[in-house]
Nanobody, 109 residues
Framework: QLVESGGGLVQPGGSLRLSCAAS????????MAWYRQAPGNQREWLAT???????YYDDSVKGRFIFSRDAAKNMIYLQMNRLKPGDTAVYYC?????WGQGTQVTVSS
């Protein structure tokens, strides 16, 4: 089971940190990913962390978003910086076919 948190309303240029709590899986032994879905759009991949901790980012967030994990807490995080209105979406963590319920991020002045 995956549960996201940390979304909210933020002004352009601001930052948010999303969290994803994983139960039933050791996140240090699996690959995890972050996705988002904006209204009217398909769900899009943002970032992946492989088992060895290597991270991969879509160009749209590279240099602004940072994917990290805390094995002791069995949680992953997405630090989002320099947010833009185009980042407004529901954000999801993912492992294979498992999805969380999503957390809403709204970037607006």
């Amino acid at each position: 089971q995956l549960v996201e948190s940390g979304g909210g309303l933020v002004q352009p240029g601001g930052s948010l940190r999303l969290s994803c709590a994983a139960s039933g899986k050791d996140i240090s032994r699996i690959g995890m990913a972050w996705y988002r879905q904006a209204p009217g759009n398909q769900r899009e991949w943002l970032a992946t962390m492989s088992i060895d901790g290597t991270t991969y980012y879509d160009d749209s967030v590279k240099g602004r978003f940072i994917f990290s994990r805390d094995a002791a807490k069995n949680m992953i995080y997405l630090q989002m910086n320099r947010l833009k209105p185009g980042d407004t979406a529901v954000y999801y963590c993912n492992h294979k076919t498992a999805w969380g319920q999503g957390t809403q991020v709204t970037v607006s002045s």
